[in-house]
């Protein structure tokens, strides 16, 4: 039996099932959570919904903080006070901005199931994560109620992700780690996708994330003492000055970084691949000269192995269009491969745009970039999904976005970034943007590759 022949009969086994306590399918359980809008600042209710439903399952539950935009919880196996190791999945229950709704199929908060999919602002990014977590772990529920397993299994569920994590992940961590007591976690990365391998397009390749970029955003603004008229020429317009720095930071030459993370993840898809490529990835610091253009010239490749700064807002207070204003402001958005000190950046900055007078303004900033080697926990969660999909290749990548892994890394905790599903490239466009969806397909995929990964580390498995 092929592959996708044993697919479609897991999931027509597991839509005949009761998921744990809960008699609902998974795909109207994240249509019910997508309902609840939850775009940042305002994430307490969806939580309190997905609180709810965690207790119907048979969970134990503990609230570190209950505030409307900082709503943190856990639901596991085994109250928290037990100080078992804690086997922790992770998402956050806050999205973006839907932005304009008239642009969607259907309503962004509707929670709609049609053309096999869940569509809605958060089925992908982060709530789909949520309900396989949900529906994997409550299937353990009378296990845990019979026998003392060696480990408990949580889920984490945080606010604040999309806007940096500091009062959800980041508060959890400061706050009440030793009673969390994670000894992993497995949070949001990569996925599965095709077109990466030369040698086999159309093989299926799992990405598990291992480091994020560290990111750091800057506001850089020059002032006047006055304001000038839009038809006088001035040697001091600070628009002009501002622009022409912002222009010779992005002419600078991109620099390649061959990092730990990076070389690893190289070395694992050369078992993969055929001939001079296989060389080139088992040994990428001796080959990369020779295909450096290659890299610079991939938007994929190059987020993995450069630094990037992007300008995201150029913008001033008002003033009239043929006027001056005598004050300037430019977003600045920087990913790190490697953990950056704020000074050392704004030096370069400055060294780089040669603009006498700028300021420059940390607005914010993400935990560093920490690289987890993978351990045991990384071999069950590889082996869960290869016994979902045996033709598949698993390797550890590099996850050039940003979200709440950092922080468990940055206390030295084995971290995991996955959603365990195979998602299409078209699929991934749909992250963030109008009409976000998730095939259906991918709930069930994910909860089975779950569920095996538990039952390894309930057998004991090294």
């Known amino acids: 039996m092929g592959f996708k022949q044993h697919f479609f009969f897991l999931i027509l086994f597991l839509k005949l099932q009761v998921f744990g306590q809960l008699p609902v399918s998974p795909e109207q359980l994240l249509s019910e959570y997508v309902q609840v809008k939850s775009v940042t600042g305002n994430e307490a209710p969806a939580a309190l919904f997905l609180l709810e439903k965690c207790r119907e399952a048979g969970l134990k539950t503990f609230i ?3 505030e409307q935009n900082s709503f943190n919880f856990a639901a596991s196996l085994y109250p928290l006070e037990s100080g078992k190791p804690n086997v922790v999945f992770h998402s956050h229950c806050d999205v973006v901005h839907e ?32 309900v396989m977590q ?3 772990i409550s299937g353990f529920v009378d296990t845990a109620r019979q026998a003392e397993l060696p480990y408990n299994f949580t889920m984490l569920v945080v606010s604040n992700e999309e806007n940096g994590g500091q009062l959800g992940a980041g508060r959890v961590i400061n706050e009440y780690l030793d009673l969390l007591n994670p000894v992993v976690v497995f949070g949001e990365g990569g996925t599965g996708t095709k077109n990466v391998l030369m040698a086999d397009p159309e093989r299926t390749v799992y990405g598990i994330s291992i480091i994020h970029k560290q990111g750091i955003w800057l506001d850089l603004s020059l002032k006047n003492n006055g304001s000038a008229h839009g038809a006088i020429a001035s040697g001091d317009n600070i628009y002009n000055r501002l622009v022409a720095g912002l222009y010779r930071l992005q002419r600078q030459k991109q620099k390649i970084k061959i990092t730990d993370a990076s070389c690893l993840m190289s070395k694992e898809l050369s078992a993969y691949e055929k001939g001079f490529i296989k060389c080139v990835y088992r040994h990428p610091k001796l080959f990369f000269p020779l295909v450096k253009k290659r890299i610079l010239n991939d938007p994929l490749l190059s987020l993995i192995f450069t630094d990037t700064y992007n300008i995201t807002n150029i913008d001033s207070p008002y003033s009239p269009m043929n006027s001056v204003a005598n004050e300037v402001h430019a977003i600045l958005d920087c990913r790190f491969l490697e953990p950056t000190r704020n000074e050392d950046l704004i030096h370069y900055i400055n060294r780089k745009t040669r603009c006498p007078g700028m300021n420059i303004q940390v607005l914010k900033e993400s935990a560093a970039a920490v690289f987890t080697q993978p351990d045991r926990y990384y071999r069950w969660l590889r082996e869960a999904v290869l016994q979902n999909d045996p033709d598949a290749a698993v390797v550890p990548i590099l996850f050039p976005a940003i979200c709440d892994n950092n922080y468990f890394r940055n206390k030295e905790i084995p971290t995991y970034g996955f959603l365990p599903c195979y998602i299409s490239a078209e699929s991934a466009k749909w992250i963030h943007n109008i009409d976000e969806r998730i095939p259906i397909d991918c709930l ?11 039952k390894k580390a309930v057998a004991g498995q090294y």
């Open 134 to 136: 949900l529906m994997a």
């Open 99 to 130: 932005g304009d709704s008239s642009k969607w199929t259907y309503p962004p908060f509707s929670g709609t199931i049609a053309d096999s999919a869940v569509w809605g602002r958060g089925a992908i990014d982060n709530k789909a994560l949520a």
């Open 444 to 454: 069930y995929q994910g909860i089975d590759i779950y569920r095996r990964l538990i």
């Open 64 to 66: 570190f903080n209950d």
